[in-house]
């Protein structure tokens, strides 16, 4: 080892640090940093994945194969499907994007109070909570009653698999948000048990802020996906 | 490059000029490969000669590989120059130069990478489209479509056998394919279930053949020799069986076999449904 | 979510009596809420087959009985390890704290840990256990290839070996060097003590063990028979092993996403002070690249494989032409996946690569913005070229001249990393071990791929070339040679680090020569013969093929018998003799050497500071010591 780089020191280590030292915490901000990324990249990637389905839509829709992509009454009765029509109900519809609007604007709201370091973000939060599982009721319950299922036909197909994980999508992000608000109650309840979890640098503020932007995308996707199924 | 501390002042008196060197050698090795390589490989190279457009790919290949002969020459030569003339001595601690880049050499290699792929491309695009698709399968409405008569023979490829249908004389479907010398064949490729590929290896032809799709090649046969069909798409247990032989014969030939065909198969071609592009698959889901 | 409450010790489990130590989440546990779950699944969907919504199939096929089977195992499988405790405590408004990390124990390799050196060891054995399972396959598939007709397996089962061996190696190894070596040395290479989210990093190794075990559990359900690819309406025609598939490749997406997510979320946030992006590891960028790709296209085949199994279950139809769909869309939205995925698989080769290089020529990198921006604008390339898989297909003819150049200019920043190997081989002290070996091998390797891809991307010679031995031996060049020589590279160079144990050098040098030999005496021949016309996944080929077939036959099994001295070594060297490796065997200047080995669980008693890349070797030419020019410049 003669080199004379070798003399060199090899690494870029800070000197060693004296034993019985505590070793220092990581940056309080990194934790929330990475799930303000996190949340980008969440996008994304839920992006891509309702992406295969927007392109189904308009793929299928155009090659619209054997006419089978809106089938006639006729056509389904030869196949003995009982269903008539394949037009899903507007009504449902509206209120499935309206309750997921406004489960966002409250969302929005809730976020916007956490950072003025408000004690009043919980009501907002609760009621994106609702409003967000009422989205998924109303879309559940047009499921139920709509008079076509997934057989008949490519729309149909696309319709019920494309809005069925977008719901999935949704009740991931509700409990997201549920698991700060369910976090803040617990803290108000027992606070000593709880130390310092209620610096929102620490836990709820950015876990909040990475939820409620993802839920903002996810509507966002969402409105797509209602212009797309319910209005083209 | 520069000097280097590190090594002994003897050993950098008698450092040669690596750069000219290799330059040199990746030179004359161009010089005498590349031509090589394109008079001796080139005749042989895949699919032969036996339609325009199989003679279309060969040249094709051939132009492909006299322009990649000399980038892998490139890169085989400096790895082996590298390896004998830049190593570390046995249980060595020398140094390399500290270069960490060179703006011009990077320049220079950009632009002629990219010069290189561009007219790849360019070439690539010319081919396809002057030899009306070079016997790929081109969709149902082909981008370049040959001007003159043509005989349109379809290609029906089911689990797992190839069938061929003749529109033009009266629909008639035969188990074979036989082809007139000298005329240009309109292929139009479909599947009854799932997808499989119709490669007719010596006539350059290759088409998925995908159910409800009618996928058109063009193919000028040129010389009278027999052929090997193929199915190169998966399609389920006997893929590997899926195979034939087809004939290409003079047009006096091809007429006497095809009415030949049509007296044999006459009943046959009565309960076949009518001449269509596409057929409607059965509608059975779960089969092999 | 605090790390640093790993440092207080706690007190050994091992007190405890053996058959305490079993209750609780752990392997154990896992496996049995896994078998439960996967009886749970199957006992609903037979109750669900009552209602008979899919009427069509034989009365002994029950796909939805077979994915709620699935499913149910893998989440049964995930609480039995603890994946759900800290979800349902969350939920519950408990604190957020990180799992206590255990300290040492050979436990802590079975089951949920957080810490990454922990997951890249399990990543190593797990992906190591299948890819031989892979490998395996291949050797059946060349015994059977031996003879022109179908003589030692059947047709069905040869397609379902030919489908296994490549959904395998696609599968599993997406996450061959990310898994192991990104987990294990990404955080040490930026200076951070953990991964971002190290519960999502242990997801990941579980979800892709899980996956690997269902794919291998699809010979008990008769096998599919479409190959990695999976195309419609074959998809949708094939008997249950095709759910296996299904679930197998929905997993593996989802891991992936995860794992890519994890990764770009580490490397974004958690760099130490003056770790710039300019100085950013080479293996880092390359990780980074590879993660874009992941988390973006790994979705797309999850939603692809949900719409397969819808199909087969409920019957949409998305793919099936009768019912309205198309099978175009699945190649469509198949290959938009499954062109990223290639490079998912060969860009971390390049990192690793040019990662060694400088350690083993003792120069900087050569080009380091190169580099980076080829890596890049691979990454950002491979989106748009995915119908070159489709020229003969018959989609978009029209578009054709346009994916041929898009396919072409891929080839740019390609050849930047090809430059930087070269810049970086110029003038060097090359130091021939056994990891250098293997990156020259990646060279010689992808050369060839990336050459005989040019044939590829041009539709005349495509239409020959394409879907025949040619494809084959092309990828297995982009793939085998480029990832496999260089994730045996990164073994062979960190596994010092990794274990403090060091690989038999003989043996090591043989395993490579033979590794090398052999596989370019088995693919180089592939090409011939797809040049001559033998369609790929076939067992019966044209008679005047056979020597040539059998040629690369032994020469295939000469490559597993190289696979067989690796394993050897490893055996001898690091379980039998365990020879002692030097803290710093290469004398690297990357970080990774500078920690202590074995690497203490926080990593770093202080975060260090950075004022260079790593590669600060070689004698500076006009400045002194510690004044050469700042990294990148």
Redesign the interface.
């Known amino acids: 080892m003669a080199s004379e780089s070798e003399s060199l020191p090899l690494g870029r280590m800070a000197p060693p640090v004296p034993a019985g030292l505590d070793i220092p915490p990581e940056p309080p901000d990194v934790g929330a940093r990475a799930l303000s990324v996190a949340s980008r990249l969440l996008c994304g990637a839920s992006t891509f994945f309702f992406l295969a389905f927007l392109f189904a839509y308009f793929y299928l829709r155009s090659i619209n194969q054997d006419h089978f992509w809106l089938p006639s009454a006729a056509q389904l009765k030869e196949q003995k499907e009982l269903h008539v029509s394949l037009k899903p109900d507007q009504a449902l519809g509206a209120v499935f994007i309206v309750c997921v609007v406004l489960s966002v604007l409250l969302a929005f709201l809730a976020s916007r109070r956490m950072k003025q370091q408000s004690q009043s973000w919980l009501p907002p939060a609760i009621g994106a909570l609702v409003l967000g599982i009422g989205a998924v009721a109303a879309q559940c319950i047009e499921f139920i009653v709509q008079k076509f299922g997934p057989t008949d036909g490519a729309f149909a197909s696309v319709f019920c698999a494309w809005l069925a994980f977008y719901l999935i999508a949704i009740l991931g992000t509700m409990y997201w948000l549920e698991t700060q608000v369910a976090t803040e109650l617990r803290a108000r309840r027992q606070p000593a048990a709880h130390g310092d979890i209620r610096d929102p640098d620490r836990l709820i503020a950015p876990s909040l802020d990475a939820a409620v932007f993802y839920w903002g995308f996810l509507a966002g996707i969402g409105i797509v996906t209602y212009v797309t199924l319910y209005l083209l | 490059m520069s000097s280097n501390p590190a090594t002994s002042p003897a050993e950098l008196a008698g450092e040669p000029n690596h750069a000219r060197r290799f330059g040199l050698t990746w030179l004359i090795a161009t010089v005498i490969a590349t031509p090589l390589v394109i008079v001796l490989l080139g005749p042989i190279l895949p699919p032969g000669k036996a339609t325009e457009q199989a003679a279309g790919q060969v040249t094709d290949n051939t132009v492909l590989l006299g322009m990649a002969t000399p980038v892998l020459l490139l890169v085989v030569i400096y790895l082996v120059y590298a390896s004998i003339f830049f190593r570390q001595p046995k249980g060595g601690v020398l140094e390399g130069p500290a270069v960490r880049g060179d703006a011009r050499i990077q320049t220079t290699w950009i632009v002629v990478t990219s010069l290189l792929v561009l007219s790849l491309a360019g070439y690539g695009t010319v081919r396809l489209l002057a030899d009306n698709g070079a016997g790929s399968g081109s969709g149902p409405t082909p981008l370049t479509v040959p001007a003159g008569p043509k005989l349109p023979v379809q290609v029906i490829a089911q689990q797992w056998a190839f069938t061929y249908r003749y529109p033009t004389y009266g629909g008639v479907e035969t188990p074979h394919l036989v082809l007139p010398v000298g005329k240009m064949i309109e292929l139009h490729v479909t599947s009854l279930d799932v997808i499989h590929s119709f490669w007719a290896y010596q006539l350059g032809v290759k088409a998925d053949a995908n159910p409800q799709i009618d996928n058109i090649a063009f193919v000028k046969p040129t010389k009278v020799q027999s052929f090997e069909v193929r199915c190169a798409e998966l399609c389920g247990l006997w893929h590997g069986e899926m195979f034939d032989h087809g004939r290409v014969v003079t047009e006096a030939e091809f007429e006497t076999w095809i009415h030949e065909q049509q007296t044999r198969f006459a009943a046959a071609t009565k309960s076949l449904p009518p001449y269509s592009t596409t057929y409607q698959p059965e509608p059975t889901r779960r089969g092999g | ?4 409450a790993a ?1 207080v010790s706690t007190p050994a489990p091992a007190s405890r009596p053996l058959w305490r130590r079993l209750i609780g989440f752990n392997l154990l546990t896992a496996v049995l809420l896994g078998i439960g779950g996967y009886y749970l699944g199957w006992f609903i969907g037979h109750q669900i087959k009552g209602s008979s ?1 899919h009427n ?3 009365s002994s ?1 029950n796909d939805v009985a077979l994915l709620l089977a699935y499913f149910f195992g893998v989440i049964g499988f995930l609480i039995g390890l603890g994946f759900a405790n800290y ?1 349902v405590s ?7 704290s990180l799992r206590e990390k255990e300290q040492e124990g050979w436990g802590r390799y079975f089951g949920l840990c957080t810490d990454h050196k922990v997951v890249g060891i399990q990543y190593l054995i797990g992906i190591g256990v299948f890819f031989f399972i892979g490998g395996l396959n291949a050797m059946l598939i060349r015994a059977e290839l031996l003879h022109n007709t ?1 003589t030692f397996v059947g ?2 089962q ?2 379902s070996l ?1 489908g296994m061996h490549g959904t395998m190696m696609m599968g599993m190894m997406t996450s061959g060097i990310l898994g192991p070596f990104a987990n294990y040395f990404v955080p040490i290479m930026i200076g ?2 953990r991964m ?2 190290p519960r999502i990093e242990a997801l990941t190794f579980w979800l892709l063990m899980a996956a690997g075990f269902i794919l291998t559990s699809t010979i008990f359900f008769g096998g599919f ?3 990695w ?1 999976g ?4 998809n ?4 249950m092993g095709m759910d296996s598939y299904i679930c197998f490749f929905a997993l593996v997406g989802i891991s992936m ?1 995860l794992l ?2 994890n990764m ?3 490397i ?3 760099r130490a002070p ?1 770790l710039t992006w300019s100085r950013l590891p080479i293996f880092v960028w390359s990780v980074f690249a590879t993660s874009v790709l992941m ?6 085949l ?3 494989l ?2 397969a199994a ?1 199909d087969r279950t ?5 793919f ?10 699945f ?3 198949f290959w ?1 996946f499954g062109h990223p995925e290639v490079y998912i698989l060969a860009l971390p080769g390049f990192g690793i690569v040019l990662e060694l290089l400088p350690v083993f ?10 580099a980076v921006s080829g890596m890049l604008g691979v990454s950002l390339m491979s989106f748009f070229v995915w119908q070159h898989h ?9 578009l ?2 346009f994916y ?2 898009s ?3 891929i ?2 920043p390609t ?2 990393i ?2 930087c190997v ?2 970086t ?8 071990t056994v990891p250098m070996l293997f990156c ?1 091998g990646w ?2 390797n992808f ?2 791929g990336g ?1 005989s891809g ?2 590829l ?8 070339t ?3 031995f040619f494809v084959m031996a092309h990828f297995h060049y982009t793939i085998m040679g480029g990832l496999i020589f260089t994730f045996f590279a990164a073994i062979y160079y960190w596994i010092p680090k990794m274990t403090g144990l060091r690989f038999n050098e003989r043996l090591a040098k043989l395993h490579f020569w033979l590794m090398f030999v052999a596989f370019n005496s088995t693919f180089l021949p592939l090409f011939v013969l797809g ?3 033998q ?8 008679p005047n093929l056979h020597g040539l077939n059998v040629w690369v036959s032994i020469s295939a099994f000469v490559l597993g018998f190289s696979m067989l001295i690796f394993l050897a070594n490893a055996v001898y060297s690091l379980i039998f003799v365990r020879l002692k490796a030097e803290q ?1 065997p290469w ?1 690297s ?1 990357s ?1 990774e ?3 202590p080995t074995p690497v203490p669980v ?1 990593n ?9 890349d ?8 006009t400045v002194g ?2 004044q ?2 700042p ?3």
Request: charged letters at 15%; one cysteine or more; a positive charge.
């Open positions: 979510m605090s790390t640093t440092a919504f069509q199939v034989p096929e979800p969350r939920m519950l408004g408990r604190p957020a179908p047709p069905g040869y397609i030919v951070a003590r971002a989210f028979p479409t190959g690819t195309y419609e309406p074959l949708d025609q094939a008997v996403c890519g997510l770009m979320a580490t974004i946030t958690m003056g988390v973006l296209a790994a979705p797309m999850v939603a692809t949900l719409m819808l409920i019957n949409t139809s998305f099936i032409t009768g019912g309205g769909g198309s099978s175009y869309l190649e469509n939205l938009f020529t003792r120069k900087p990198l050569w080009g380091y913005r190169l489709l020229f003969v297909s018959g989609i978009n003819a029209d054709r001249p041929m150049l396919t072409e200019i080839s740019i050849g930047f090809f430059m070269m810049g081989l110029w003038k060097a002290r090359t130091s021939f020259l060279t010689f050369l060839i050459l040019v044939f991307s041009d539709t005349p010679s495509d239409t020959t394409h879907g025949s040049m001559k016309g369609p790929r996944r076939v067992s019966e080929y044209a710093n004398r200047k970080i050497w500078q920690v926080n770093f008693e202080q975060i260090p500071v950075f004022d260079s790593p590669y600060e070797y070689g004698v500076p030419l010591p510690g050469t020019a990294a990148g410049a």
